[in-house]
């Protein structure tokens, strides 16, 4: 692919963005990689009015049934070049190789799941008396837009793009800054694919300029974002202007309650995957460990010992852990470490550079101890490799400080009792809770927040009724 990227609108690669290019920056060599376009306006009006006429146009004639054949050969296309895909992630946000590998397999498989969902979606008929028919239809909802953020770039845009094509939508995309380059390339192997021109576009750009005039645009009939709490609130009050819906999943501060029978193997293994892997940039990982007293010290001591033993270093070399994503990213972590120091909590592991890496935004898994739920370090969305272990002692004292931040995206219980598994389940004021395992669930599985993790349900089958009226 060129240096200098494009916009793909209506299948054609165009340039535009009155104020210039953005670089993409590889986290791990501070290097620039390429230079995304700054789309504003012009661009997404272009983009709107190409997914308008693909809505009306091609897109509405195809049959349900071949909407998800031609789905299907999307993931041929992405099959064939998981590789460049892959490697385009990790240069642009970090994450070792084999992990962006293993990305584009859910990819494929959210297409795989919604491809075949295409023709299974039926309304009803409504019993009103022998004097009636009634039935409902259900219809797509037209151009919908779709703002993603850059820890699972084209995990992240597929998630709701293959829901709303199945449901016969037509899209378009703003991919995040940073890492936009593996969702120009799929839009093109989409046309390549067979999908109509026009059906699925992408413009880049920053949030403020690209994002906000897609949320503002009067021809789109729906927003799905994934992103911060603040860029949620933004983009609602704004999509209030023109009652449009949202499906908004947004942050979380995930705790893992281990009881005092919990299994600390497995434990122990879900923890570094759950806390550290994708360098801890997941809405759903785990940042809270809510221990129980009698086995905190096990705990702390065995998850210290496995996480410094993870190796970090630059995506490429395939190494336990990537960097972080932007320096902006990296200076964030930095003041909330720092902070949690100042507030009087214990840091025991990492806190730092690893030695020997002079460039790149390094940073080595984090662990604090000692930490009081009121500090910010266990309150608030670090999005980083850093994690607080709180200490309880009864039950119903391990449901309220989980229960006690801003967030509810996703918790964790630990526990061989299965009636204390569900009983804390329900009262856990999460979107999902997962018991003895963490990042449990598949394509099948609805997913969302309460809260401020936000609204609206994505996977599964409630994934596609976004996308219908
Ligand atoms: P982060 O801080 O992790 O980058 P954001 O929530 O700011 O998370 O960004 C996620 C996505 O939302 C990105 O594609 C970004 O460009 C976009 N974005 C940011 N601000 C806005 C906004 N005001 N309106 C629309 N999109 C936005």
Redesign the pocket.
């Known amino acids: 692919m060129e240096y200098r990227l494009r916009h793909f609108i209506d299948g054609e690669w165009r340039t535009g963005g009155a104020q210039g290019t953005i670089p993409v920056i590889n986290p791990a060599t501070e290097e620039i990689v390429s230079e995304t376009e700054r789309g504003g306006e012009a661009e997404i009006d272009q983009a709107v009015k190409a997914a308008e006429a693909a809505f009306n146009g091609p897109w509405s004639v195809i049959t349900p049934a071949d909407r998800g054949r031609l789905m299907l050969r999307l993931v041929q296309r992405i099959e064939e070049h998981k590789n460049e895909l892959a490697r385009m992630e990790t240069e642009d946000m970090g994450k070792p190789l084999r992990d962006s590998l293993g990305d584009m397999d859910g990819v494929k498989q959210t297409l795989e799941y919604n491809a075949g969902a295409a023709d299974k979606l039926q309304g009803d008929t409504l019993p009103l008396g022998p004097e009636y028919v009634d039935f409902t239809w259900l219809e797509p909802l037209g151009v919908t837009a779709h703002?993603?953020?850059?820890?699972f770039p084209l995990g992240m845009a597929v998630r709701s793009l293959a829901p709303a094509l199945a449901a016969g939508c037509t899209a378009v995309l703003?991919?995040?800054?940073?890492a936009p380059r593996s969702a120009l390339r799929m839009a093109e192997l989409a046309v390549e694919a067979g999908i109509p021109r026009g059906v699925v576009n992408v413009v880049t750009?920053?949030?403020?300029e690209?994002?906000?005039?897609?949320?503002r645009h009067p021809g789109v009939s729906g927003i799905t974002?994934?992103?911060?709490?603040?860029?949620?609130r933004?983009?609602m009050s704004?999509a209030a202007a023109g009652l449009k819906p949202l499906v908004l999943e947004?942050g979380g501060k995930n705790a893992m309650v281990l009881f005092r029978d919990a299994d600390v193997d497995r434990a122990i293994t879900d923890a570094l995957d759950g806390a550290f892997g994708n360098c801890g940039?997941v809405c759903s990982a785990v940042s809270r460990f809510i221990v129980h007293r009698d086995i905190k010290d096990e705990f702390l001591q065995r998850l210290i010992q496995r996480s410094e033993m993870i190796r970090v270093g630059p995506g490429m070399e395939d190494p336990d852990l990537g960097p972080l994503?932007?320096r902006?990213?990296y200076t964030r972590v930095q003041e909330y470490i720092q902070g949690g120091i100042r507030d009087g909590a214990r840091l025991l592991s990492g806190g730092r550079r690893p030695d020997g890496l002079v460039k790149g935004f390094f940073l080595l898994p984090t662990v604090f101890d000692q930490v009081r739920p009121e500090m910010r370090i266990a309150r608030e969305e670090v999005?980083g490799p850093v994690v607080v272990v709180l200490e309880f002692d009864q039950d119903e004292q391990a449901i309220q400080i989980a229960n006690d931040v801003t967030y509810g995206l996703v918790a964790g219980v630990y526990t061989q009792d299965i009636s204390r598994a569900l009983r804390t389940a329900r009262r856990l004021k999460t979107g999902s809770v997962w018991i003895n395992g963490w990042y449990l669930g598949g394509v099948q599985a609805p997913t969302g927040g309460v809260k401020e993790s936000g609204f609206g349900r994505e996977r599964g089958l409630a994934g596609i009724h976004n996308y219908l009226q």
């Open positions: 703002i993603v953020p850059w820890n703003k991919p995040a800054e940073q750009g920053y949030g403020l690209a994002g906000a005039a897609l949320v974002f994934t992103g911060s709490v603040e860029t949620g933004q983009i704004q947004l940039q994503v932007s902006g990213q999005f």
